[in-house]
Each structure stands twice: as C-alpha cells, then as structure tokens.
C-alpha cells in the first residue's frame, strides 16, 4: 500500500518534531538551567513550526486522499480507516485557520498571559480586561473559519472533546448542579477541620517513596518511564515507551505529593497503555482531555481515595511515617483524605466541590461567546456564582476572577473538560464493578492487575481511535451520563 | 542588510534543529528510561536529517552569496565575515558529500559498531576485521570528494581540526615522541604503588559535593547549566545559556569523579564562555576538538592535578573526608593524583603516557589511509608499537587494538585531537604565567577569576571565528608547538 505508507512516513516526521518539542517542554519544566529559556523558546518555536508546516502541506493533503482511495475496502473501524479518518480531520481544522491569525493569537494570548500573571499579583481586572476583550474576539473570529455549528462553542470545544456538542455539556451541567450544590449544602453543615496528623513534619523522601509503591502497584512501567519534580505537576508521554510524570513537594500538605503522584500516573498510565501500533501515528496519544482526565480522577479518586485503598496502604505508609502517624488509624486518614470544605480556589477544591468551579467557569465563558456577557461584567458574574454554589465572596479578584491563568491563554473550551473527566470516570467505575464484582476486594488486596487490564483492553489501547461519546457508549452501553458519578458523591458524602 | 538577515534566519533555524538534537542527545545519555530508546531514535534522525537537509538547501548557498556582496566592506576578521566565511566553509562540506553516501556510510558504521563490540567482548579482531576495511575504504573514498589536499589524511582531519595539516601534526609527533618515551623510560624506574587512602570507602555524595566547590570556585556558571549522572561522562553546550556535564561514581576510585567533574566543567567553561553574539550561527560552540580538549585538560591537568591546588583544596576535602583522609598530607594528596604507571588502556592513562596511547594510533590510522599498512596487519603493528612506547604487550586484543571505539564509528582523524589538547593547553599555561606572573599563588588562595577572565577574553569568547592555528598564534604568539608542554611534563615528573 504505497500511498498509506508515504502518509504514514508523511505523519511520523511530524510525530517526531512534536515528540521532540514535548521532549523539550519537559526538560524546560524539569531540568533546564535558569538563563537557558531563550535557546528553549528558540527551539520550540522553530519545532512547532516546521511541525504545523509540514502537516498542512498539500503533499498530505494529497496523501490523505490517495490513502483513502487505497483502503476503500477496511471495514470503517478499523486502525487504518481510522487513523486516515483521523488525520483527515486534524488536517482538515488545521488547515482552515490562516497562519496571519495563528500569528496574532500567539501574539495576543502572549501579551494577554503576562499581563494577567501581573493583574493577579495587583488583584486589579481593569488591567486584564482590555486583553480579555482581545482574547474573546480572537476565539469568537476563531469559530467562523469552520462551518457553522450548532452553537458556536461547538468549535471550541471540539479542539478537546472532538464531536462532543455544547448541547451536551448543557444537558450534563443542568443534571449535575442541583444534586452536586444540594450535596455541598448538606455537608456544609458538619463541622470539618483537618486533622492534626496532616500538619505533622513529613519527609519527602519517606512520602515519595511511598508514593512510588503506591504507583508500582497500580502499574506503572519504570522501563517505559520517570518521575521527576517540577512547580507544577504534570504528565507528558513522548509516545507510549517514554512517559514521564512530575510531582511537587509542598511543606505541611504531604496529601499533595501523594494524590499528585496518583493522578499524574493515572495520566500516565494511559499513555503507557495505548497501543504500539499507533506509534507515530496521529491515533496515539488520549482521545481528548476530558476521557484523560477520566484516567488520573479514577486512579486518584476513586481508588486512592477510597476506603480499601487504605486499608491496604495505610500500614504501609504509617511504618514509612511511625511518628507522625502515632496512634492513627486507617479509618482516620481516609477521613483526612476526603474532607470537604468549600474553598475560593479551583486547584484546591475536594472531589464533592471541584465541578461547582468547573460549571461556573463554563457558563461564563459560554455567556462571553454568545455575547450574553460582557467581559467587563465578569467579576460581578463570578462572584454572584460562587455565592449561589459555594456560598462563599471572593474577598478580591486575585481569588475570584482573576485565579486561572486559562482564559489569557485563550484555552476556551477548556474548562468542561475537568467535569467530564470526574464524571465519564464514575461511569468507567460502575461498569468496572459490573464485570468485576470482586472490585473493592482486590483493591484491598492492594491489587490492580485485573483493573488495569480491563482499562487497556477497553480504553487505554484505542489511542485517539475512537471520539469520546463513542468510547465510552462502546465501554459502558451508555453515552456520557452523570448519574453514576451523582450515585458515587451521594453515597460517599452523604452517608 | 537584507541578505545577511536572511542568512541568519536560515541558519539560525539548522542551529535550533542541533540544538534539539543535542538536548535529546543529552537526555537520553542522562534521564531517559530504557525503552524510550526508539522514539528517541526517532526523533533524533528526523532533526539531524532535516537540520542537514536544510543546510545544504540551494537557498543557503545563494544567501551566503548575496550576504558576502553585501558585506565586503567588512574587515575580514570582523564577527560578520568570519561568520559568513565559516557557514560558505561548512556549506562547501556539506554539499559535497553525496546523500547515497552518507547513508551508505550510517549503515556501515552502525554494523561495524555492532560487531566491534561483539569482538571486543570476545577478543576476537577477525570478526571485526572486514567492518573495519569496509570503513578504512569508506573513509578514503569520502577524501575523494574534496579537491586533492597535500596529504589524504588532511580532508579527514579538518573534520576535527579545520585548517590543519597532516604535515604539522607529524612534526609535531616528531618532537614528542622521543622525549615522552625516554620520560616513560626514566619514570619506569621507581617503584609506585597507589596510595592506600585511595582504596579507602568514600562517600558519593561527600565528593560530589567537594567537586561542585571546586568547579564552582572555577567559575561554573550554575545559571547556565547543570551537572548530571552518566555512564560517560561528557560535556554539552545547547548555545553557551546552557551547559550541562555529566560526571560518574565508580565504587573505589574516588579520583575519578574529581578529575572528570574538572575535565568537564573545561568543556563547559569554554562553551560558556562564547560571546553570546555567536549564538545560532555556525561560529557558536569551541573552535575544534583539540582546543575544546585544551580547556578540559588545562582545569583538569595543569590547575586540578597542581601542587598549589591542592595545597589549598586538599583540608576542604579532608574535613569533607576525615576518616578516609586521616593523617593525609596535602603532599601525599598531590603525589597520589600524578601516579605515572604506564598501562595498557587508554581511557585510564595518566598525564605523562597518555600521548604515547594517541600517536601509536594516530600513525596506525595514518598508514591505513595512506595505504602503507593493510587491516589484516593491524594487531601485529598495534602491539610492536606498545612494546617500543609502553614497554608492555596486550595479552589480547581486547585490551590492545579493539579497545576503542573510534575506529568502527568512522572517526578517523580524531585521535591526533587529545594530544593538541594536552599540547595547546600547556602553551596556554605558559603563556598565562607571562601575562600573569602570580599564576600559582591564585591558584593556592583558590582565586580563578583573572585565569578565567584571560581565557574568556582571548580564547572562549571568538567560538569558531579562527581556526586553531591562528587561535594560538593570535594568543601566544607561536603556532602549535610541544615545547611548553615537553617542559612541563619533564619538569613535573623529571624532578
């Protein structure tokens, strides 16, 4: 089949400059001397260049058409129907947008990201919202280079979730927020400190190793990967034989170094898990952020934050730790691993509050899309909204509008994908528990094996193969619904 | 000027392609995990393909071109003409060598690597033997792309040493070698034993601590790079911002790790040193290997292995040290480091038979090009010449002509290197001391600012913009010569 194989050979140089930027973004977090940033943006600038130009040329364009006419006859589904499918679209979205544009939104989300990091630091939107108003046009001429959708949002979107509707997400929020904000109500009630034992002194090198257990066990593949330290934790596969995670050590919270750990190996071990023959290929790689997302929420949540999880840990973590776990008890650490305590800020939200900060994002950027908002009503907005879920009032905009850095960074679209992430995982979950009754136990037994095989069999080795509607309906029989993830909340805060 | 500007984006952007390279270089002989060996493969062999593609691109010669019309009024030793000058250099070199053979010559090397290592691990030089005349007849048919030279051996030389010729380098030799081997002879004399102190159990972390002062006192600049683990240890310069060495623990020899971190940190101090102004053009990184090599050796051999470096170090790294270093005298510490003990091995050879190790093979591999000596008769030469420079004969050829990589990769020419490096660096030495008569009394209060400053000034600053010979000349006022190092070499070990 020569036109496949020169769009395979087309695709993998592309693969590799991209890998070879991943690899470079990686070090610049990690390792990178402080003065070497300049020859770091130099390099990535100029990979992610020729990267984007060589996948927008017309020679696979060309290549993508000849490759078609050649596999007529593979069944729809198939690796090589879906990977043409797949690049088709990519090339297709790349394509459409004009590089002038592609110039000044980098220019603009740039200009836009420094001046909020100091609008923050000041507590001052007035400096922000001039560049906001920039990065909303940006997104709002962004959506017109496609054809039309059914609501504009849709385009912004796909570049996360590909397929998914706004219509969709709408449903899904309009299910989720009574239940979720009648939930935190109810919980607001009881009295919550944090448990003592948490700000006992902790060594880093006591918890990482602990943590390294913790992920061993999971399944984590050493050959085929690292862990480092780095300000803000993150995962990064440069494809699926090389996949590094990052962790950070915080003084007095030793909660973040481990449920860190687990959720950048939930990332991880998807990346691990995709399969060999999509190497190089625009197929591997996560279907989108929200089903990534799945993959660290289930790790961390729903099995490191649950009650067999630490049965069989915790022993194990209190002889690392014997004297600032004196006279604990497994039942209490899991209690000091799920409290709930609605707080301002999105990245230190529990499990039961995190989706009210998601929804409210979502909805805001919605109403700037539509044009329904102004984004120099957006504080206002922002604080009627935290207090309805939350019943909480930013005391400033540093902790209220002014939090994320992803809306000067012109990740619109983004935010959705967290929610879906939490939610699409309890579905996973219950299904788990469907075709393995003996779930928890094995999870008591501080074994995974049987867990981690389903998710590669049924999710991890698809790669990009499937949308994300599709994987899941073809997992779980069910298209993307809320009503696990409300069943899990509710039985495990409500009780 | 248009023309040079478009010269220097063109080039700059074949710079960040090496750049990216030499950093996925790096990580993979530091932090990358074992399977990550293909994609890294990968990835490398995309930027080093395209970064050569580009550079030999029509457009680049037509640049150099209008770019050298544009600026003739230039002094001819201005930054801008010798940066056009050297890029139209390495253009002419790089687009004389057909693309059929530089693959013909990768597949070549790749097996001929391949097998020499089986052979070393057996001893057994007739396996290697037809991989090696597949390279001796690559590496002549390569001479015959370039316009005839004075002698064959000079086209393969320039790799290393542009400007250098074959004529120069064995007049050089010839001076050497009669007064290194009656040194060898003398010193053969005295019975020497390694110290005791040296076999005592040090601690890692304890040494590399003592080696980052060292380097640090030197003038390392940790802003602009780092220093890692490796099985080799090397010396990196992704653009002079950032540096990064590598240094190894072997249990039992503590030197190693001190002498290598100050070999290293040579390397780096030279890449760091180069004027920024350089940065992305070709004249970037050290003129050639012989004067990179000038600089490792001068940290490591004529200020790390001096009587006033360890009059001042030595009680630094006893109080780091104080069992092992118990009743240790800063003398005892310096004679330990300058042991002479003539040996089989080159990688392990001291300061005093080292050159004995290069010119026995820098004369093999001459006779190889030159036709005189036939591969078959390899080991037979290899091993007279041991006996009449070393007094030894290998009891195998694993330890005496298949030793060495070099060969099987095709790196004809680069051995004459090391021993420029030691010869360069004492003229350099030497010179320093006339400009800068309290030399050794810095070094004894552990002060390297004026030696550092000398250097950046007269040598690390102008990266690639002369070639050795001017270099030195411009610097010491004589070409290359052995008669500064012959000195120090028998005044140091002579007395």
Redesign the interface.
């Known amino acids: 089949m020569p036109a496949l194989e020169r769009l395979r050979a087309l695709v993998?140089?592309v693969m590799?400059?991209k890998?070879?930027a991943d690899?470079?973004e990686w070090?610049e977090r990690v390792?990178?001397?402080?003065?070497?940033v300049?020859?770091?943006g130099?390099?990535s600038?100029?990979?992610r260049r020729?990267a984007h130009e060589r996948f927008i040329a017309q020679e696979i364009g060309s290549a993508i058409e000849a490759a078609r006419r050649e596999t007529s006859a593979e069944p729809p589904d198939s690796d090589v129907a879906r990977m043409i499918a797949v690049t088709a679209r990519d090339y297709d979205k790349a394509t459409r947008v004009p590089a002038d544009f592609v110039a000044e939104q980098a220019a603009t989300v740039s200009a836009a990201q420094h001046t909020w990091a100091q609008a923050r630091a000041e507590s001052d939107f007035a400096l922000f919202q001039p560049h906001l108003e920039k990065v909303v046009d940006l997104k709002r001429r962004y959506v017109e280079f496609f054809p039309p959708a059914a609501h504009p949002y849709d385009v912004l979107l796909d570049e996360y979730e590909p397929g998914l509707q706004t219509s969709e997400v709408k449903q899904l929020f309009a299910q989720l927020r009574p239940r979720q904000v009648a939930l935190i109500r109810a919980l607001a009630d009881r009295p919550a400190s944090a448990a003592a034992f948490l700000s006992a002194p902790y060594s880093e090198p006591d918890l990482w190793a602990f943590a390294v257990d913790v992920i061993t066990a999971f399944g984590f593949?050493?050959?085929?990967?690292?862990q480092?330290k780095s300000v803000h934790p993150f995962a990064m596969g440069?494809?699926s034989?090389?996949v590094?995670i990052t962790t950070r050590w915080v003084e007095g919270q030793p909660l973040s170094l481990l449920f860190g750990t687990m959720h950048e190996a939930g990332h991880a071990l998807y990346e691990q898990g995709v399969s060999g023959r999509l190497?190089?290929t625009v197929l591997e790689g996560g279907a989108s952020l929200g089903i990534h997302e799945s993959q660290s929420r289930l790790w961390e949540n729903l099995v490191g934050r649950s009650r067999p999880f630490w049965e069989h840990f915790f022993p194990k973590l209190q002889a690392r730790c014997p004297s600032q776990l004196a006279g604990v008890t497994a039942d209490d650490f899991y209690q000091a691993a799920n409290r709930v305590h609605p707080s301002l800020i999105r990245v230190e939200a529990d499990e039961a509050t995190y989706n009210l900060h998601v929804m409210l994002r979502v909805e805001l950027e919605l109403a700037l899309i539509e044009g329904s908002l102004e984004v120099a009503d957006l504080p206002d907005a922002w604080n009627a909204r935290m207090e309805e879920y939350l019943g909480l009032t930013p005391p400033d905009d540093a902790k209220g509008v002014l939090q994320d850095i992803h809306w000067s960074a012109g990740l619109f679209g983004y935010f959705a994908t967290y929610t879906l992430g939490n939610v699409i995982a309890a579905q996973l979950w219950s299904r788990f528990a469907e075709v393995h009754p003996a779930r928890d136990a094995d999870i008591e037994r501080g074994e995974f094996t049987v867990l981690l095989d389903w998710l590669r069999r049924e999710l991890h080795q698809h790669g990009r193969k499937f949308e994300p509607q599709q994987l899941v309906t073809r997992i779980t029989n069910s298209p993307i619904t809320p009503e696990p993830y409300l069943r899990y909340l509710e039985q495990k805060y409500g009780s």
Do not use: F
Not at 31 to 36: A, D, E, I, R, W
Not at 221 to 226: H, S, V, Y
């Open positions: 993998g140089e590799d400059l890998h070879a690899l470079i070090d390792y990178m001397p402080p003065n070497g300049t020859v770091h130099e390099m600038a100029t990979l020729l593949d050493w050959e085929r990967g690292r480092d440069i494809g034989d090389d590094r190497h190089r």
